[in-house]
């Protein structure tokens, strides 16, 4: 049935027009998840579900261009850039061809387009209460992203064991345009925002990142810059990532300047066992400003393929923020 409506979709929207096809997908989730606890708030246990459709859109030209691209049902509004009523803050456009792919929207800067970011633990992505999840703290993307400025902006904990500290700044810096390119063994990625935020003045975001792939092994450096609103920020984030049979390494190491001072290390391993997969990460940010809120975070999880689409999947993560619990969760992962 599915396949049906997706054939007769796609030949009613794609009429007289070559080579072109729009499909639609979709992902959700259910469990339950312990929210943890704080000096003045305990979450305990609650159900946690969701469900998204996703439409997906590609074409190619005449001269072999490729076009395409793709939002979610809960994006629709802000990815229709119509009337100045909004600026594709959501989704993404992109074209491609040997010159490599330029991509515009909701999309990730040059470094996390070349490094990735850690496994994901959890079937919710689980975050510490701290703020604190497997991504890697890049500094520009996905509308300003989430930054190193961002996670440890203004008060992480609470009451008395709230940390400050000087990284700060982020902002939604509008769309953003991303190049990616891959030329034999080595590959490249730039990226910048518009300095908008929906029209207006705000801070301006660049990144650019090289990667040398040989055999089982990709080393690579990235450079990223964010002129905020209230400081301005720039990283050098240096990553490499290891294969082993069925068992991934990735580390990286970053160094943060200009209005801030800090030093940031992560390392995450995945491992996959027949239909089972484990990983987990660890990553620490060391401020070395008169702030000094250093902060410690970590998650494990596993998760079973239970095929068709479906996966059973859990975790628990935690940061060493004093007056703050771990979090975790349980819970099945579909995709349609």
Known sequence: MKKVLFATTALVLTAGVAAAEVTVSGDGRMG???????????????FNSRARVKFTLSGQTDGGLEFGGSFRADQAGDSAASNGAAYGLEG?????????????????????????????????????????????????GDNGGFSVANQVVTTIGTGTTAVT???AGAYTSGPNLLYTGTFGAFSVAASMSDGKNKGADAGQEYAIAGAYTFGNYTVGMGYEVADGDFVDVDMLTLAGVAKFGNTSVKAAVSQLGKDADANWYGLGVSSVFGATTVGGYVQKLDDKSAADADVTWWGIGAEYDLGGGAVVKGGIADDDLSGTDAVADLGIKFSF
């Not at 339950?32 to 609650?46: L, P, S």
């Not at 040997?98 to 991509?103: D, H, L």
């Not at 909701?106 to 604190?132: H, M, Q, R």
């Open 32 to 46: 339950v998840r312990y929210d943890g606890q704080t000096a003045t708030t305990d979450n305990e246990w609650n």
């Open 92 to 140: 993404s456009v992109y074209v491609s061809g040997a010159f490599g792919k330029v991509e515009m929207g909701d999309v990730v800067g040059a470094s996390e387009a070349l490094f990735g970011d850690f496994y994901e633990v959890g079937y919710s992505d689980l975050t510490t209460i701290g703020g604190f999840s497997n991504d890697i703290p890049y500094l520009t």
């Open 165 to 167: 500290t000087t990284v």
